[in-house]
């Protein structure tokens, strides 16, 4: 009993495949929805219930990106959150947050309804917890900050984990769902009578305008308005590589022998553990996670990541058997709260939603509801609260050097000088390096049955220099989080082009 060999999400695993068709040419409408994730599907289900005319624009399938990715827990719980907005803010931003969140969680379980949408929705609490007697002061303070959040929060030493806990947050009525599910039947709604939905469509660059004209490698589109929902803005405007962290995490879906915990679990820590369970065939599906790390900066190579949820899981549960693993990536914001609204103040028609900070399940559904009433030119009371050009962001100007100043260490001009010599004959089935080879530097991999691939090692973002992603088989970029597979293919943006291939002879 071991870890699947290869990667792959559950939510993707037990729902089909999509088949929306590409772009073919040019097209008008009234606003074109850049990404197939929770934010693009939700945006473009409310504004086509609306009455306008909508593009959703994807450059795979749709939910098969972050989304596709995600532990999908639909709560308002997340983490020590409250305490953080309160301390960097105060507690009226709290206040909104907590708002969105749970507005988010009704508009869900009103759509499911509405729509007749099966999609495994189950109500249940959400807890953060520790399980270190010095950890709980924080604990406490997060309860009280939840609660003048308007939370329905207490402090609890009892929950249905299988062990013990020191003392827990617990905010009651959050859900679990299945998002795949739920946003395919919302996908289902976007498309036809004038509204359409296009997958294997890469935009690659919006000018702004009355219309907006969307470039992709299938043709152009016009539209009043445009919404990035890329998961990380692609348009290099707004200051965003500068102000956010692109972060991995990790999660198995197992099968165990006692009665899974009702509830959505979290501790604290960098070094968190989650656990929620998910109704699958009459039984119950756990999906553990855990581990945080930036994009491209493991410091361990990345299976070891998955081992270590797995310890965590083993020590746990009475484990009868590992049926998924899979990672996933989300932006950390440098205040903590997701950056929505107009792309820059001077975008009054360009739009955008970012930085979930692993809580973009309901942060994604209330930024689609923002963006969707700022278009109606409705007011929208949590808009203030994620304006991305919000007061303070800007200032911040220590913080985003410190982080750009990070990512000069990853460029690859500097680097690429001093790349070693590599023996191609030494890489191992599953192992991916970047060095010289015939005077060039190039980032080459072996894969499982032996086939190598080479590629360019630059980054077709910025040029920064790719790292290997053992776990996930894939070059990822240290600076601003895009991915590409072995071959080369683009996985995850802000770039909007794969690696060069490079011809390679053993
Ligand atoms: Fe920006 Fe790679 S993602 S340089």
């Known amino acids: 009993m071991t870890l699947p060999e290869r990667s792959q999400s559950y939510w993707i695993a037990s729902t089909p495949e999509t088949s929306y068709e590409a772009l073919e040419g040019d097209l008008a409408v009234d606003v074109a929805v850049l990404g197939g994730g929770i934010v693009g599907v939700t945006a473009a289900y409310l504004l086509k219930q609306h009455g306008l005319r909508v593009a959703l624009v994807e450059a795979r399938r749709i939910v098969t990106g ?19 907005i309160v301390s960097q803010f105060d507690r009226e931003r709290a206040r909104l947050y907590a708002d969105a969140n749970e507005g988010a969680i009704r508009f869900v379980a009103a759509v499911v309804q509405e729509q007749g949408i099966d999609c495994d929705l189950h109500r249940m609490p959400a807890f953060t917890y520790t399980r270190e007697a010095g950890e709980l002061d924080r604990i406490h303070a997060e309860v009280e900050a939840a609660r003048e959040a308007g939370l329905e929060a207490s402090f609890v030493t009892e929950t249905t984990l299988p062990y013990e806990v020191a003392g827990a947050v617990r905010v009651e009525n959050q859900a679990i769902f299945h998002p ?104 119950w599906l756990v999906i553990v996670g855990g581990v945080q790390h930036m994009t491209g900066r493991s410091s361990v190579p990345t299976m070891q990541h998955y081992r270590a949820v797995e310890a965590f899981a083993r020590e746990a549960f009475t484990v009868e058997s590992i049926d998924y693993r899979w990672s996933t990536q989300d932006n950390r914001t440098i205040d903590g709260i997701p950056y929505v609204g107009t792309y820059t103040p001077a975008s009054p028609h360009l739009f955008t939603a970012t ?29 203030a609260a994620y304006d991305p050009a919000r007061v303070g962001q800007l200032t911040k100007v220590g913080q985003m050097l410190r982080y750009g100043a990070s990512n000069v260490d990853h460029l690859v001009r500097d680097r690429i000088s001093q790349a070693a010599p590599l023996e191609v004959s030494d890489l191992a089935p599953g192992e991916g390096r970047v060095g010289k080879v015939g005077g060039e530097t190039l980032a080459v991999s072996r894969a499982a049955d032996g086939t190598l691939h080479a590629v360019a090692p630059a980054c077709a973002h910025q040029g920064c220099l790719v790292t290997w992603n053992e776990a996930e088989q894939s070059w990822d970029c240290p600076c601003h989080g895009s991915r590409y597979a072995a071959d080369g293919t683009l996985l995850h943006g802000p770039a909007t082009k794969g690696l060069e291939r490079r011809p390679l002879v053993e």
């Open 66 to 84: 972050v989304t596709g990715h995600t532990t999908a827990k639909l709560t308002s719980l997340h983490g020590l959150k409250y305490s953080q």
């Open 355 to 383: 930085g979930f900070d692993g809580w973009g399940i309901s942060n994604g559904t209330a930024a689609a509801m923002i963006l969707a009433d700022l278009i109606l030119k409705r007011h929208n009371r949590w808009a």
């Open 180 to 283: 795949r599910k739920y946003l395919l039947g919302l996908a289902r709604l976007v498309d036809g009578d004038g509204s359409r939905v296009f997958e294997h469509t890469t935009a690659r660059d919006v000018r702004e305008g009355r219309p907006c004209v969307v470039t992709t490698d299938h043709g152009r589109i016009r539209a009043d308005h445009v919404i990035v929902a890329t998961h990380y803005p692609f348009l290099d405007r707004g200051l965003y590589f500068a102000r956010l962290e692109p972060m991995r995490s990790y999660a198995l879906g197992i099968r165990v022998a006692e009665p899974p915990p009702q509830g959505m679990f979290i501790s604290t820590g960098e070094d968190f553990q989650s656990v929620r369970p998910h109704p699958e065939n009459g039984g």
